[in-house]
Structures are given as C-alpha cells and as structure tokens.
C-alpha cells in the first residue's frame, strides 16, 4: 500500500493510524490501540497533571496549582503524554500526517460531551513565521473536529500570536513563562464570554496559563484550555 492510499484510508477510517488494521468505527483506531491509550485518570483538579494515587488523597490538587493558581479556571486532557499518545503528536505535528488530527479531535470530543455548549472554541496560534514554515496549525485542526463533533462554536482567528518566540521544548517551566510574556492578543470581542482553548498537548501549563490570562485581561469570564495529552511533572 503507497504512502498516498494509506493516509486516505486512515483519513476515511478505513484502517487503524496505529497498527494498521482493518476497523470499522467512528474513529480510525482498532478496539485494541484504543484500549493502549494511557487515560488521565488521577490527576490536579486544575491543571491536569497527573498524579499518583496516593498523592491524589493528600489533595486534588497540585503543589504548583496550589503555590500560584493558574489563569485558567481548568486545564482538561483527558490522556497522558505517552506512548502511543506522543507517537499520534509526533507524526501528526513533525510529519505531516494530517489525517491523524481529526481522530485526535474525535478521541477529545468523546471525552468531552458533557462540557457547556456556551464555550466558544478557539484554537492556540502559531506566530505566522511559524505558520508558513510548517504548513498547517494542529491546534486549529484540532479544534475543528471537535467543534464538528460537539456543535460548539469555533472562533479559528480568535486568538493571535503577536511575537514570534523561541521554541519552549528546550526551557523549563519558569523559562517558558517568561519566553510567553505577551506573545498573545484576543483579535475579537470577547467580553463576558466563556472560552475552550484547544492545545494538542500540555506540558508544564506555560502557554495556557498566558492565553487564559491574555482572555480574561480582555473581559472572558471563564477560560478552559482542553488538551489532548498533559506531560507528567518536568
């Protein structure tokens, strides 16, 4: 099967984007690889990290949450970054495998069914530099099959990201938020709305904690930032 026929059949889930196997279901994962995906199960009631059990009965929430609150009302990922949860990001993000993007969209959408239909979803932004070099933006295709699956509303170009900042991947949490100060605008009117900002994974919580805080100087009454995968503490 050629590169071309098998992302199609992925696309139209027709095969597994994990293993490659025939299924026939609303998502292009076999019953198999979806019963793989790590669940983040315990985890901060605030911002998702995942905890241990035992750490989950001392408190609910996290040391960090609980040291400095985050600007988000609540950060929800409903899987832990990893396998094979880092290896659908990475050849969706780096490689170029779109198709995975949707599913990844559908997985999120079935986890978040019961959200109000009173949040507005709006992907996080690329800084257009970034945006040309790459292509396409994973967060806004992610947030465009969930908004497809959901009926929620989706503002694409809500949110603009006005400086072109370095990569985060090689800075630590205090550096990542330093690196963010005021990378971000609200491009519309969001005054006393509630906002879903889609991200495809969340790392040490740096760049949804200076989106929400961008929305809420803005006037957003509530901001939620909804990731596919949380990375355990860092």
Known sequence: MDDRKARLDCF???????????????????SACLRDLPLNEFHCSVCSLPLTDVELIRNPICGRCIKKSPAFDQLFAPFRYDVPCD???????YNEKLYIGPLIGALMGRKLSGKSAELL???????????ASRGFNQSDIIAKSISKHLG?????????????TPTQQSLNAKQRARNLR???????????RQIAVIDDVATTGATAHELARTLKKAGATRVEVWAFARAARN
């Open 182 to 192: 005021n990378a971000f605008v609200a491009s519309h009117d969001v005054r006393e």
């Open 121 to 131: 979803l709006a992907p996080v932004p690329l800084h257009e530099k970034r945006l």
């Open 152 to 164: 929620f509303a989706y503002a694409p170009k809500l949110l603009k990201r006005v400086r072109d």
């Open 87 to 93: 290896f659908l990001v990475t050849q969706f993000k």
């Open 12 to 30: 139209n889930k027709r095969i597994c984007s994990l293993c490659g196997v025939h299924v026939n279901s609303t998502v292009s994962l076999c």
